[in-house]
């Protein structure tokens, strides 16, 4: 059972470099999320997809891009990577859709993304 | 003020201790609440999730929600090393059904054998 999984694990860019973080769940949840994590700053949401089709804006959405490919995928894309995105990456899903309380979220490996 | 805030530590306690980590939260729509544990290097992990006031009890690790206060805290009794980490306290907003959380920093645990 892989859950959330999230690749690459770990990249180094230049500044003005793009790429993309791919993510994908094999637990058949709608909802799907991009956190980044940096020292003394928590988890911040960047953009979550709520269901297959439709995206919004996080916290911290400035700089990204993101794709809600199927229901399993979700990828998120620097355009022009700069050295304040240099973070830990992670992604999430949960089990939404017409629920009464929301359902936890549950993460990936994380993608350790470094901007030189 | 922070939506989720936490002291965010170290706290120390010795081996066989109960810890207490606490949380208070701004927004009073806010419905789900939940406890996540992450090691140094690794992803957040799902320990607890509480959704109407009182205790929830799962092995070693209480949930404890006071929503007039707004204020969750978890218990962990018969601390073990291996309990050390950063402990994240973690909300929804009172934004329709969408899955979102907002997350405290981080209440980083030390047991000491």
């Known amino acids: 059972n892989a859950g959330v999984t999230q690749t690459p694990k770990f990249q180094v860019l230049k500044t003005g470099q793009s790429m993309t973080l791919q993510c994908a769940q094999d637990?058949?949840?709608?909802?799907m999320y991009w956190y980044r994590q940096d020292p003394g700053m928590g988890l911040r949401l960047i953009y979550y997809?709520?269901?297959?089709?439709?995206?919004d804006k996080g916290e911290v959405p400035n700089g990204y891009n993101v794709s809600r490919l199927n229901k399993r995928e979700f990828s998120l894309r620097l355009e022009s990577a700069a050295p304040s995105q240099t973070s830990v990456y992670f992604c999430?899903?949960?089990?939404?859709?017409?629920?009464?309380?929301?359902?936890?979220?549950?993460f990936g490996d994380g993608t350790r993304l470094s901007i030189l | 003020q922070k939506e989720v805030e936490q002291n965010s530590g170290p706290l120390s306690v010795p081996e066989g201790a109960i810890a207490s980590l606490n949380c208070t939260y701004s927004?009073?729509?806010?419905?789900?609440f939940f406890w996540y544990r992450q090691y140094s290097g690794k992803s957040p992990e799902l320990i607890m999730s509480?959704?109407?006031?009182g205790d929830k009890e799962d092995g070693r690790f209480t949930a404890q929600l006071n929503k007039a206060s707004q204020y969750v805290s978890l218990l962990i009794r018969d601390s073990q090393p291996s309990d050390s980490a950063t402990y994240l306290c973690?909300?929804?907003?009172?934004?329709?059904?969408?899955?979102?959380?907002?997350f405290g920093q981080g209440t980083t645990l030390q047991v000491k054998p």
């Open positions: 999430a899903s949960s089990e939404e859709g017409g629920r009464a309380f929301n359902q936890p979220q549950h």
């Open positions: 637990m058949n949840h709608n909802s």
């Open positions: 997809s709520a269901s297959e089709g439709t995206t």
């Open positions: 927004d009073r729509g806010s419905q789900s």
């Open positions: 509480i959704y109407s006031n």
């Open positions: 973690a909300v929804t907003p009172y934004s329709g059904n969408t899955g979102k959380l907002i």
